[in-house]
């Protein structure tokens, strides 16, 4: 599973003491752009060549809270993928003793610019055969 | 289903020229604190008695993106509720033309201020009552 | 002074038990869009006429922190006008007891959607005039 | 002058297709808490020693938007201390090109969890003489 590492912000806090829920879906984010990164692709770049992939559904199960200025450790591979849409897997662990704080999921579509499906190994094949080494490396290690 | 209005800022959308998705999430906050509020209790009161309903799940389904300066209009209501949690859904549609945005559900338990269980229905019975009467409301009115 | 009013949400809030200070220029943003929507025009319209302006600068102090729950009352006036950028000035306030929360100032060059500055005087007169107007009457008011 | 490395996520930016404004704040915030601990202390550490430093004040000059995926270096030192509070100031650049973003200045209380002014210098000598050391470094290499 590819992982990034963030600091918890106290921007990123609430009055409850802990990282505020909203922002784990944020942090996905992140680690999905950093493992297209580290694979060798870059997502600003892909959007250049008309290419999105906006969300569709998002689903977190929160175990135990992050707190401020905590090192979270974010897991993410991709758990499915067709010709029109993909699912992320994440996980959410403390660095410092890998406790889970939350896991979850998100599913994309694959659209051009202007938010239409795109049959992505018709359309774009390279950027459809990068993803399916990244499913099947996913699957392989998991 | 209860509703509340906001409009979408500028500081909500993206790049992808619609609000950002994390921000759905948010407003489910908005929308359920507003919603114990129309009912007669304060969510801020209710946390001054030594209660919290931290999120243990959320999940969302987007539909269709919501852009800037659009009135939406958040339904929320209570769908399950037990002794020691519950869980609420939300419909987020356009005020102008009632189209859905997106729906979704969150899960919340039942704590006091440092995170521990509390047995809700034994503990804080005037809250439990609050939260039935919401919930048979909810299941009546579907 | 044109005012709107706001609540202070749970995800504005941080560990210190306050708004987060960033939030404040966020809402400054949502003041001033309320503003030009009461008098007649619509920053979205605007934006759709090649219209757009950018913030050049920002200064908030922060006098006493707004809390969760809390229903804060923001002003909104256009301090300064120029033919190609305009200053505004606010003041947030608790509803309750017209408390000082904090003032700041805000100020914008006018541009295209490029962000290429425009000579508004010149190039689209009505919008001048608009602004002009309300930084009249905000002047009067004082 | 401390510097730190941070990357415009999706979720900074807005439909201006730049990072909304309101970040840099936030990201000033990031870079005093690395400055901190990459001089020997915590933030995190010192706020359980029952200390605080709100933002009394903040300004920011916006030279050139910061564009999404892009690394930004924020620069940050310490340009005035007195015995009850500081100024800090920044400057966000483009870590490919030196270009300045924008440059600001925070200004901050010392306080204790209940948000009372303390003494920094008579109260905890040792982090007046940290924050000391830290003006005195940022003065000489001006």
New interface residues.
């Given amino acids: 599973m590819f992982e990034t590492t963030l600091r918890v912000?106290?921007?990123d806090?609430?009055?409850?003491?802990v990282m505020?829920?909203?922002?784990y879906?944020?942090y996905f984010?992140?680690a999905r752009?950093e493992y297209i990164r580290a694979e060798g692709m870059?997502?600003?770049d892909m959007?250049k060549e008309d290419f999105?992939m906006?969300?569709?559904?998002?689903?977190?199960?929160?175990k135990e809270?992050a707190v401020?200025?905590e090192e979270i450790v974010i897991g993410c591979r991709i758990s499915k993928l067709s010709h029109a849409s993909m699912e992320m897997e994440y996980e959410v662990r403390s660095k410092e003793n890998g406790k889970l704080h939350a896991k979850g999921k998100s599913r994309h579509g694959f659209t051009n610019r202007a938010?239409r499906p795109v049959p992505l190994k018709k359309k774009q094949p390279e950027m459809y055969a990068f993803f399916k080494r990244l499913h099947e490396e996913s699957s392989e290690e998991k």
């Fill in positions: 912000q106290y921007f806090t609430d009055k409850m003491m505020h829920h909203a922002n879906i944020r984010e992140t752009t870059s997502y600003a959007e999105q906006p969300v569709l559904a998002v689903e977190v199960e929160f809270p401020y200025d938010l």
